[in-house]
């Protein structure tokens, strides 16, 4: 009966997205939806899943780019795969990618499906589409509002486990990496120390609690934030010696890097996306996808993730980073983007409260977590801190960095451009960065055309 009814809802949902398709309306993504709304575990009964071809990738950050890339590498491949691309990794998005890739009786019509999925969503997930393989980007601080402390979703992600599991972590993340504790089989990557690697010598610093016996982890060195060689200062727990996928030989300006004997030529590199391209290399390896396929598919991809772009505005260069406003690698990211440019510059920053639901997500941890102080030492005309919330904060936290004070302009002011920008025609520089959370970034996309068809 409830298989019936599975059929009867799948109907309903696919002639819905027909009918979209039809009158050229968005709102395929509402199938999911609406197919889970009827019936809560509508995943559940698609046929023909190969579920030691199921690949979820969840994690705090990377999980869309990591997704994407090994989407696009699998395919390069010549492997039928889908993906969940539009970025919906909740149960209504995995419900939306398999109504689209499955005839009108749910039988599955591709090879492999490689899952983004939602760190809080992933245990009632599993329960439906039990996959066999589970790539862990890291586990970090990350939409307290939301998941609190990163322990509350190490506990959701042990509760999921099950011993037939295969688990990807990096070997030098130490909380995501102790879970290797709850399956039977784990392959780990890795990147070895480089020139971008560094350590903390600072008032703000702090570490983490080993996730196995609660005393200090201690790092010698962190390739990004809280993520690099570690061991704990009571146990034996510490980053392993030899992972099953270890990059090294990183050259930034030359965009390769290698693994074992062959050497990748990548479009986007730095920390964070290597990272993501060893976690790739392993999934691939476990399917025995080899290098030439690999590197085919990391030469040709384009993230569609990206967050960067570039508008010419007064004379000026905008360099517009857009970075998920909750956590302090993406912004650590955005500002490692700005020190690679040794030019001199100007820095717009502009943070917001977040108002996914009431009380509204003002907390700044993150802005400590980075590292503001090599920003400061990079040839910085102006400092330009905006919002009605944060901006005071923005600019204390420059100033404890180094910043020269008399640099720092605040606007306590989100919508008000031409204010916020009011000083960009004095600057001697024309090298300008903007690092936003994703709220403004319609305004101020819209804000940058206008003015580039006005001059």
């Known amino acids: 009966m409830r298989k019936l009814y599975f059929i009867f809802v799948l109907w309903g949902v696919k002639f819905g997205q027909l009918l979209c398709k039809i009158f050229k309306q968005g709102g395929s993504m509402i199938s999911g939806k609406v197919a889970v709304m009827f019936q809560k575990n509508f995943v559940k009964y698609f046929t023909n899943i190969d579920y030691d071809k199921v690949i979820f990738v969840t994690g ?43 005839n009108v009786f749910g039988r599955f019509n591709k090879e492999f499906l490689v899952l983004e999925v939602d760190e809080r969503s992933l245990r009632n997930i599993f329960k439906v589409l039990p996959a066999k393989n589970l790539c862990i980007s890291n586990l970090q601080k990350d939409q307290v509002q939301r998941n609190g402390d990163p322990d509350f979703i190490y506990q959701m992600f042990k509760n999921s486990l099950n011993k037939d599991v295969t ?24 990147i070895e120390k480089n020139i971008k690697s560094f ?6 610093d702090v570490t983490m609690p080993c996730p196995k016996c609660s005393h200090k982890i201690e790092y010698e060195y962190y390739n990004i934030e809280n ?33 074992g004997k062959d050497t990748y030529k990548v479009n986007y590199i730095n920390p964070f996306y290597i990272y993501n391209y060893a976690l790739t290399i392993a999934v691939c390896k476990k399917f025995n996808i080899g290098y030439e ?25 905008i360099h517009y980073l857009r970075i998920k406003q909750e ?42 977590d980075c590292n503001f102080k090599d920003v400061v030492k990079s040839n910085v005309e102006k400092y330009v801190c905006f919002s ?26 989100e919508d008000d451009f031409d204010i916020i920008f009011e000083d960009l025609d004095k600057l001697k520089t024309d090298n300008i960065y903007l690092i936003t959370g994703m709220k403004p970034y319609k305004k101020l996309k819209t804000f940058f055309e206008k003015g580039d068809k006005n001059e």
């Open 167 to 190: 688990l990807f972590v990096n070997n030098e993340e130490p909380r995501s990496r102790s879970l290797e504790d709850y399956v039977d089989k784990t392959i780990y990557f890795s």
């Open 60 to 102: 705090t950050n990377g999980k869309s780019t990591t997704t994407n890339l090994i989407y696009h590498t699998l395919k390069s491949a010549g492997k039928k795969v889908c993906t969940n691309g539009e970025g919906a990794n909740m149960m209504s998005g995995v419900a939306t990618t398999l109504i689209k890739n499955s």
């Open 327 to 368: 956590n302090p690698e993406t912004l650590q990211n955005a500002l490692d983007t700005v020190l690679r440019d040794k030019k001199s510059k100007a820095i717009w920053m502009g943070l917001y409260e977040i108002k996914d639901f009431k009380p509204a997500y003002t907390n700044t941890f993150y802005f400590f």
């Open 199 to 204: 350590v903390k010598n600072d008032f703000y």
């Open 293 to 317: 396929d690999i590197q085919k598919g990391f030469e040709t991809f384009v993230n569609p993730a990206n967050r960067r772009e570039v508008y010419k505005y007064h004379g000026k260069t």
């Open 227 to 259: 993520i690099g060689k570690f061991k704990c200062s009571n146990c034996n727990y510490k980053s392993l010696k030899k992972s099953n996928v270890n990059i090294k030989d990183i050259d930034y300006d030359n965009y390769t890097f290698k693994c």
């Open 388 to 413: 009605k919330t944060v901006c005071y904060d923005t600019a204390n936290r420059m100033i404890y960095a180094g910043a020269d004070e008399k640099k720092i302009k605040v606007y306590d002011v």
